[in-house]
């Protein structure tokens, strides 16, 4: 079950930018054909949704105003934040890929570094949670964990898994021969 | 057994004390039996040799011998030292985990215990007043102490850790495995967000110096 290589960040990074994001276009056309599918009509000032690399792409060429998501606002980062804190165990709804979301925004849409600071918090207290709940494992649940699969909540982000991954199977691999060698 | 795993191998080169049920040849070179006490393995055999390994010699092999047919020839004599009840009680004490430097007393300590664990359980169930639950209380203890390791060691390398250097110091070779496993996720992690190779930790002596500066303004 161990896994020599997972995704590195640049990986999940180009996968997050299939998400759909809405922008304001400055320019007027059809529909445009992609390899993946057809976006738009573009129409001046009126909202579309395409995915984060078009929108990055449209933005670079200054040819489109990309909004940021109700999740990146600040009143809405400062709840999170505030929730995330209070509540121990569970994980605060945020979309799968909002590190990366949160890099793009930031590398190339806003200079804004407000939000990033307390998401850089919210990150801490999830690994944090994380790093609790394995401590949490004990050898007399083992067997149970092994075979029914650790859960982590539905709300654990992309690259909060992909920097357990290896971790994980690495450390259920041992738990797992130890255990084999006691049936046999 | 992963058949090309080199830490498999490894994990049963370590030697372990037995003692010879019966008479061996061959061997007196490598256990350094002396060919004088030997005795002939049977009346009958006629041709004239005499085993060189003699019967109840006590001696020590690489754990791996007993993976062969050599296992009904011996008998395991005790546990190894790394497998003492204190190397355990010291595990079970408050942050033992943590203080522990398992490494220095075995390099592959899981897999060598699993691995004897297996040997032991094989020989006694054979035995005709075995002690199969000495055995399995022995297991238990491995299972434990891999538990505790993974709580009080393993799982700091997910955050912030202070004397990273000094954990891994005591690791042995199946918790490096994991350690490494999660510190280059962190790493990388780390360049893509940051640019940079690793976080910056400050040393203890530096984070104690301002601790004690910090301490000393306040009491001004």
């Known amino acids: ?184 | 057994m992963a058949y090309y795993s080199a830490n498999d191998f490894l994990a049963a080169e370590p030697e372990v004390s037995v003692e010879f049920i019966v008479g061996a040849r061959g061997l007196a070179s490598e256990l350094g039996a002396s060919a004088s006490t030997g005795r002939r393995r049977n009346d009958d055999d006629s041709n004239d040799r005499v085993n060189d390994v003699p019967e109840d010699f006590a001696t020590k092999i690489p754990l791996w011998w007993l993976e062969g047919a050599l296992w009904e020839d011996v008998d395991l004599v005790g546990v190894p030292d790394a497998f003492d009840d204190d190397v355990f009680a010291s595990l079970e004490a408050p942050n033992g985990g943590r203080m522990t430097d398992l490494r220095s007393r075995c390099e592959n300590y899981f897999g060598f215990g699993r691995r004897l664990v297996a040997a032991l359980r094989r020989q006694e169930a054979a035995a005709e007043n075995g002690d199969v639950e000495r055995v399995e209380r022995l297991g238990e203890k491995i299972e434990r102490a891999f538990a505790r390791r993974w709580s009080e060691c393993l799982c700091e390398v997910l955050g912030r850790c202070d004397d990273a250097d000094a954990i891994e110091r005591s690791l042995t070779r199946e918790e490096r495995k994991i350690w490494n496993a999660g510190r280059e996720a962190q790493k990388a992690y780390e360049r893509w967000r940051y640019g940079r190779g690793e976080r910056l930790v400050a040393s203890k002596i530096v984070q104690d110096a301002k601790r004690r500066k910090r301490e000393a303004n306040n009491a001004m």
Request: proline fraction near 5%; glycine fraction near 2%; charge should be negative.
């Open chain 1, 1 to 184: 079950m161990s896994f020599e290589r997972t995704f590195k960040p640049e990986e999940t990074s180009y996968v997050a930018q299939d998400t759909m994001v809405q922008i304001l276009p400055r320019f007027r056309c059809d529909r445009v054909p992609f390899l993946a599918d057809e976006f738009g009509p573009f129409m001046p000032n009126v909202p579309v949704l395409v995915p984060c690399w078009l929108a990055l792409a449209l933005n670079e060429n200054g040819k489109c105003t990309v909004e940021l998501g109700d999740w990146f606002a600040a009143e809405s980062v400062l709840a999170t934040q505030k929730n995330e804190k209070t509540d121990t165990k569970g994980f605060q709804p945020l979309p799968q890929y909002f590190i990366e979301q949160a890099r793009c925004i930031s590398k190339y849409v806003t200079e804004d570094m407000s939000m990033h600071v307390h998401l850089e918090h919210i990150l801490s207290l999830r690994q944090s949670k994380i790093r609790r709940a394995f401590r949490l494992l004990r050898h007399d649940t083992m067997r149970e964990t092994i075979e029914e699969g650790y859960r982590l909540p539905s709300e654990t982000a992309c690259s909060e898994f992909n920097s357990i991954r290896r971790f994980t199977c690495a450390a259920m691999d041992n738990f797992n021969e130890l255990l084999a060698s006691k049936v046999s």
